[in-house]
Structure formats: C-alpha cells, structure tokens
C-alpha cells in the first residue's frame, strides 16, 4: 500500500458537486493498494499513520499524534500512487485490480474507525475533486512495498 498522509487544518471531496466528505483538523490520506497487500499490510499502514507524531506540541515540536490533535481523517482512494512512469504517457497495471483494491480500502478505513476516529471518505473509483488547506505543510510518504511499518 502506498499513502500519502498531509496534515490539514481542512479538506473535503466533491463528487458531481455535491460535498460527500469533510474535516477540519486531521488528516487527508490519498490511498492506493498494490497487487501483493492484504488485510495485514491494511492494518499495519492504519496502526502506523494513526500513531504518527506530526502535530505540534506547545513547544513547536511535532510531537503529537491525531489522537492528542483531536483530528479526523479523510481518505482518498487513489490507484494513481502506483503508476509506472517508465515512458511520458503513465501505466497503472501496478496497481490491484478494483475486486482487491476496494475492500482494502474499506478494511483500512475500518481500522482507523476501530482506533475512535472519524473518517470522512471519497467513494472508490469516482471522479472526485480534492480540496485541502495544508497545515504546515506536512506530507509524508509511506509506502509498505519492501519497506517494514513498524506499530
């Protein structure tokens, strides 16, 4: 799984729209899933972007976690994290097919609802406008291809 994790002070998705998912303070996930992941790889990346420290303390320090932040998610599918750019026109046959992808991407929003937070979401395979006010800015990458995601 490959995510990218931006710190915001807000962001919504926009389907046709319509508003179909917001916050304020939190996170904006944009979510893809490999061919090899599973429900583990899933519940790995949650524990490990849940417990992640990159919200300020009094100090200025990023030493604070969503949880001590009082912040809410909002993810994203987005199989474009996988895209081969070997040639100018990109390639997405890296990325899991729509029968595997979707359920993985349902299960790890589970597992960050599981952990007491509220997750906003887009829906899988749309059309979707992203809107975010970086906080920071913040981005991290983190992808479980060949890499160990500790808890």
Do not use: G, N
């Given at each position: 799984?490959?995510?990218v994790v931006t710190r915001v002070a807000s962001a919504s998705v926009r389907i046709a729209g319509?508003?179909?998912g917001e916050i304020g303070t939190g996170y904006l996930i944009l979510l893809g899933v490999g061919p090899g992941d599973t429900n583990e790889t899933a519940r790995k990346l949650a524990?490990?972007?849940?417990n992640l420290r990159?919200?300020?303390d009094e100090s200025g320090k990023m030493n604070r976690n969503l949880e001590q932040a009082g912040g809410a998610?909002?993810?994203?599918s987005q199989f474009t994290l996988y895209a081969d750019t070997s040639s100018r026109r990109p390639g997405f046959?890296?990325?899991a097919k729509p029968e595997l992808a979707q359920p993985l991407y349902e299960y790890?929003?589970?597992c960050c609802r599981e952990r007491g937070f509220r997750v906003e979401h887009g829906e899988f395979g749309a059309d979707m406008q992203v809107s975010s006010v970086n906080d920071g800015p913040v981005t991290i990458l983190l992808d479980t291809d060949g890499e160990a995601i500790p808890k």
């Open positions: 799984m490959r995510a319509e508003t179909v524990d490990k972007i849940c990159i919200f300020e998610i909002l993810t994203v046959s890296r990325a790890f929003m589970s």
